[in-house]
């Protein structure tokens, strides 16, 4: 069994001021863990929606201000550097060719005096290799 690790008594002193700040406890910070700051914590949680346990959790620590915005709600979401995000959609330049005719689009003409060969010069029967009828 993986227990939660214990606060050290800075931590304990953040949220003991951070309680004293709300009004839930009273008296110095002392960075213990005692029935004072358990029961500042409980009144915490009541009046703030969150089941007031006593214990100490991301919920209640964000509410605090001590905590993570995300911590207890959803992976870490990783950075991308400005410079190697993915161009949006408004920035790419239009499509071309054969895919943009399918989509709708107008399709990049050929400059004049370019042929190209289609599918249908091949079946026409102009290729040398096959046979005359």
């Known amino acids: 069994m993986h227990l939660p690790k214990a606060p050290t008594p800075d931590r304990i002193t953040q949220i003991q001021s951070a309680l004293q700040r709300g ?4 008296g110095d910070p002392t960075g213990k863990w005692d029935s004072n700051t358990i029961a ?3 009144k915490f ?3 703030h929606g969150l089941d007031s346990t006593g214990k100490l959790d991301a ?3 964000q ?3 001590l905590g993570s915005d995300i911590a207890g ?3 870490p979401k990783p950075e991308v550097p400005k410079c190697c995000a993915a161009p949006s959609a408004s920035t790419a330049p239009p499509p071309a060719g054969p895919a943009a005719v399918s989509a709708g689009l107008p399709a990049q003409s050929s400059p004049p005096g370019n042929a190209t060969a289609t599918a249908s010069d091949s079946a026409s029967g ?3 290799k096959s046979p005359q009828h």
């Open 73 to 75: 709600v959803s992976a």
């Open 40 to 42: 500042a914590t409980e």
């Open 126 to 128: 102009s290729d040398p």
């Open 45 to 47: 949680q009541s009046a």
């Open 23 to 26: 009004g839930y406890y009273q």
């Open 63 to 65: 509410k605090l201000g």
């Open 59 to 61: 919920p209640t620590l």
